[in-house]
T-cell receptor, first 116, second 114 residues
């Protein structure tokens, strides 16, 4: 069965410090992995994706994520957090095998708060 | 790129009434998805279309729910005989056909069933 786990409901970090939002996944085949951000009363905005190749992928707004196949993880990172990064972050996976190829499976989300 | 548009933004209805939501995808996207999001949860997949064909349906999509995309452009999601448990944010997204294409989401329709 396909699933995504975001073990932390909340992450708090001071502005200027590095941040990490954790994600682990479970799929039958090879994964395509995505991170999205959601601001209050808005839809989800795409940040970055891992398809193949380099395990470190870079995305929008200075975010990056590291794919680790052995740990089935795809953690989101940023070297220096901004107050404006405060939002709800979702990890998502697409399983390349099986009958559910069309859908993305989302984690429950992690609320990131960056204080000044 | 005008983005994915959803209408209405908010809908309040009484239990037992029918409601219909509309989604207009990004024009060059041939895939369209419906998700449901409740408080404290990530989006849950409901269904998706490739052009006008409905290719996948979740078990969450009970027989009270129906989605259409008649001309392969906009889509509607109808909920019949609404229940309080249907209260949620209904998100529409669109994408290109390639499996590595990200989904682009609209701002959602928030349904409240009283």
């Amino acid at each position: 069965a396909q699933s995504v786990a975001q073990p932390e409901d909340q992450v708090n970090v001071a502005e200027g410090n590095p941040l990490t939002v954790k994600c682990t996944y479970s799929v039958s085949g090879n994964p395509y992995l995505f991170w999205y951000v959601q601001y209050p009363n808005r839809g989800l905005q795409f940040l970055l994706k891992y398809i193949t190749g380099d395990n470190l992928v870079k995305g929008s707004y200075g975010f990056e994520a590291e794919f680790n196949k052995s740990q089935t993880s795809f953690h989101l990172k940023k070297p220096s957090a901004l107050v404006s990064d405060s939002a709800l972050y979702f990890c998502a996976v697409r399983d390349l095998e099986g009958s559910t190829l069309g859908r993305l499976y989302f984690g429950r989300g992690t609320q990131l708060t960056v204080w000044p | 790129d005008t983005g994915v548009s959803q209408d209405p933004r908010h809908k309040i209805t009484k239990r037992g009434q029918n409601v219909t939501f509309r989604c207009d995808p990004i024009s060059e996207h041939n895939r369209l998805y419906w998700y449901r999001q409740t408080l404290g949860q990530g989006p849950e997949f409901l269904t998706y279309f490739q052009n006008e064909a409905q290719l996948e349906k979740s078990r969450l999509l009970s027989d009270r729910f129906s989605a259409e995309r008649p001309k392969g452009s906009f889509s509607t999601l109808e909920i019949q005989r609404t229940e309080q448990g249907d209260s949620a944010m209904y998100l529409c997204a669109s994408s290109l056909e390639a499996v590595n294409s990200p989904l682009h989401f609209g701002n959602g329709t928030r349904l409240t069933v009283t």
